[in-house]
């Protein structure tokens, strides 16, 4: 009796189950990183700014109207640290700005790429 299934199939099934669990991965690992970034520029409450300590804990910049919160999150939940008595002017870290524009040109058709960090 033969086999219903043969190895070399099994392997390729196998295969590409991993693909698709390991492409999920990717793009859930980068909405996660990402997540900060979606709020409205003018909503009333957004996060401006985050840094993380540890996986698990984080300072977070809270623009709610005309305040700024500094904002310590952790496992056991969030604790305001600190009222800002003046608003930060904060802009986007350079490290953002070039993969931006390096994702843009990746993905332009017919145009080289520019590889240099």
Request: glycine share 8%.
């Amino acid at each position: 009796m033969s086999d219903p299934i043969s190895w070399t199939a099994l392997l390729r099934i196998l295969g590409g189950l991993a693909l698709v669990l390991g492409f999920f991965f990717l793009v859930l690992r980068g909405l996660r990183r990402v997540q900060p970034g979606f709020a409205r520029a003018n909503a009333e409450f957004r996060v401006i700014a985050t840094l993380a300590l540890s996986p698990r804990e984080r300072l977070l910049l809270i623009q709610v109207g005309e305040q700024q919160l500094l904002v310590g999150s952790s496992p056991q939940g969030l604790r305001c640290l600190h009222v800002l008595p003046q608003a930060l002017n904060v802009r986007k870290t350079d490290a953002t700005v070039v993969f931006s524009d390096w994702l843009r040109k990746a993905t332009a058709r017919g145009e080289p790429q520019d590889r240099s960090p």
